[in-house]
């Protein structure tokens, strides 16, 4: 009974994150929030998620909510729940609920000294939108892993995600993305944080009507962070195209976040 209890004394501390990676009492490090790259940092947050795009097909706007909240130091859990608008070039306008996504986060290398971090996760998106109406209908998983360091006033931020779609019901191909992304933020002047950031995407397998398949887009985000107030930050920008090759004419991001 002995050795019983000290095997599973053993698993239960190798298994728990915040043992493994060694007591998080460290003193934490912030980024500036981009608007397309993801952060490598734990996060306690309430935040409100809007973008716009104008596209070959039409318009589409969403509005999301997201709570992320760290279920152990190293570990994040986030819940983002959208809805969705469209405006289509043919046929009906539509609005309704999107797909829900979930977001798994683990914080694999925290650095004071350099004041560096490294994280690694999944993402998955549930079918919870209307396909017919245009509203989503996606199941998808997406790997990452996210990295960012701070050199002086900059932040530099850099990530690289895989998406797979997961639908059991398409015909043909299933249709796999590939994501790059780098951000840097200026965090010299007092209350807002002008950043621009650099995004390449390429769908590497897939039969979609954009004819993009063996394509890579690329889109330059330049944008703003504004300081409201104590945990209070908003955020907007424009995501632009430099390539032939685009999902969008243009996209616009915005956001506001309440850390608590």
Do not use: C
Request: no cysteine.
């Amino acid at each position: 009974m002995a050795r019983i209890r000290g095997a599973l004394t053993a698993l239960i501390l190798a298994l728990s994150p915040g043992i493994a990676f060694g007591a998080d009492d460290e003193p934490s490090l912030e980024f500036f929030y981009p608007l397309v790259t993801r952060r490598p940092v734990i996060e306690r947050e309430l935040e409100l998620r809007g973008r716009h795009d104008k596209g070959h097909e039409g318009r589409r706007s969403e509005l999301a909510a997201a709570l992320e909240l760290p279920l152990l130091p190293r570990w994040q859990l986030e819940l983002e729940v959208p809805a969705i608008f469209i405006d289509p070039r043919e046929g009906k306008g539509a609005a309704g609920p999107g797909d829900v996504e979930v977001q798994n986060k683990f914080l694999l290398l925290k650095s004071i000294e350099h004041r560096a971090l490294l994280a690694t996760g999944f993402e998955l998106r549930l079918p919870s939108g209307s396909e017919r109406r245009g509203l989503g209908g996606e199941a998808a998983v997406e790997p990452f892993l996210v990295a960012g360091i701070a050199l002086g006033d900059f932040d530099l931020l850099g990530e690289a995600s895989h998406e797979w779609n997961v639908n059991a019901h398409v015909q043909g191909e299933r249709e796999q993305v590939l994501t790059t992304g780098v951000a840097v933020g200026y965090r010299g002047f007092r209350g807002f944080t002008p950043l621009v950031e650099l995004l390449t995407v390429s769908q590497t397998r897939g039969d979609g009507n954009e004819g993009l398949r063996g394509k890579t887009q690329v889109y330059v985000v330049p944008g703003l962070n504004r300081r409201l107030g104590p945990g209070t930050t908003a955020r907007f920008g424009v995501q632009l195209p430099v390539a032939d090759a685009r999902r969008a004419d243009y996209v616009l991001h915005g956001g506001l976040v309440w850390e608590f």
